[in-house]
């Protein structure tokens, strides 16, 4: 039994760490795919441009000419920072100093999002006003607020400097850290959600994530999703000065849950896990209970479908198509049809079972819950309990220290009895899930 189980062991190691390199190495991939030929990224906003040159700043700054050596006017690459990371846009000057056309040239924004603003119309809106006029009256789309103001602040960066060097004008140029009404009260939903996870205030925690709900789902919809993490394997991340909160959300929450050895963030701030738990609550109407072991297993595949994600993504350099998560559909009305499908079927699933999301297919969960144990694994501690799960009356598989070949009493008594309809039919709907995950994953790249 020891031999069998240290086999497993390393077989399970060899296959993680040809995973983990296999992800680096998309990572690098991606980094070097996402380089293009100047002139090719120039002739995107003008077309008639046959050559160009290079001029001195912090942005990069060419003069445009057509193939008869004439002028053209000018073109400016500068980046800004968007939800998921950095926007790179291009925009085209004449030499009258009016920006004639804005394009992005790269992103890791959600694509819904994404095509929300452009379809607003926002870089028409932009083009074709003088570069001392400034942008401060463009209006924010509304639901893509920090995606509006990332392409916004990008344009407004790289005009500026083109009008200081080459127009003699005098614009300022914002550098200190931008902080909203909006980032604050998020920064305070998150000293609440930890003091009172310490302090073991159970009572403020439903009010918290009513709160988060409200907040954090309908008026920013800016959970936490997968994309930001792929975002910190990419290297794409946004600009500190520009954007604390996400480095407060992401790698920081992240950090937190490594050292402290609890997953707040999932128990005491997701918007999305507090609408579940409150369906469940108050509509359990009827009994679900498939096996642990079925249970187990469905969860099992979590880590592999998270790995293809990331893979796809990177490789396909486009990491914003990695929010595959019905959040947007939840709390906005916008996504694509399977993630309409996926949203539907857990809100039901919710009814019978707490947080069914969130224990079977939430990548953010899947990569918090990891970090929790982290660092009991590291000091040699007992792996903590989730602060969730453990509301459940149940125990699952990992939680009993079950495994293939050291097998719970529970499970043991699984084996030896047959599948009943509820197992079959959690298989069948957890199967469906991860189809339309795929799905959706393989539609935002076409958008």
Known sequence: MGNE??????????????????????????????????LDVLRQGELAA????????????????????????????????????????????????????????????????????????????????????????????????????????????GTGQLGNEQFGLNIPLENTINLGWQDFVALALMVLAFAGSALKLKKLRSWVLLVSVIFIGFVLNASLTY???VNLISGNL???????????????????????????????????????EGIFRGLNLW????????????????????????????????PGAASYEPFSVFFDGRGNWAQWAIMGIVVIMSITLLRFWCRNFCPVGTILDYATQLKHRLVGLQIGKNEVINQVPMRTAEQAGCSEHQPCESCSKAKRTKMTAQDKGYILIVSAINILIIISLLMNFRL
């Open 238 to 276: 946004p600009n500190f000065l520009e954007r604390p909160v996400w480095y407060l959300m992401v790698p920081g929450i992240l950090l937190v849950t490594v050292l402290w050895g609890k997953n707040v963030y999932c128990s005491w701030l997701c918007p999305f896990g507090a609408v579940q």
């Open 50 to 157: 046959a050559a160009y040159e290079n001029l001195p700043g912090g942005a990069n700054t060419f003069k445009l000419f057509d193939a008869g050596q004439a002028l053209l006017g000018y073109g400016v690459i500068s980046s800004a920072s968007g939800y998921g990371g950095k926007i790179t846009v291009l925009s085209i000057v004449d030499v009258g100093g009016i920006l004639q056309k804005a394009v992005i040239i790269a992103h890791n924004e959600t694509p819904l999002y994404l095509n929300k603003v452009q379809n607003a119309g926002l870089l028409e809106k932009i083009s074709g006003r003088s570069i001392a006029q400034g942008y401060a009256d463009i209006d924010a789309v509304s639901g893509a607020t920090v995606t509006t103001r990332g392409i916004v602040k990008a344009v407004q960066k």
């Open 5 to 38: 189980m240290n086999k497993y062991k390393l077989q399970k190691s060899i296959w993680i760490g040809i995973a983990l390199v296999l992800l680096i190495a998309a990572s690098i991939y991606q980094h070097f795919a996402s380089n293009q030929d100047t």
């Open 287 to 318: 009994t679900f209970t498939p096996s642990q072991k079925i249970q187990s297993m469905s969860r099992s595949y979590r880590w592999p479908i998270l790995w293809f994600v990331a893979m796809i993504t990177l490789i396909g350099n486009h």
């Open 227 to 229: 994309s930001n993490y």
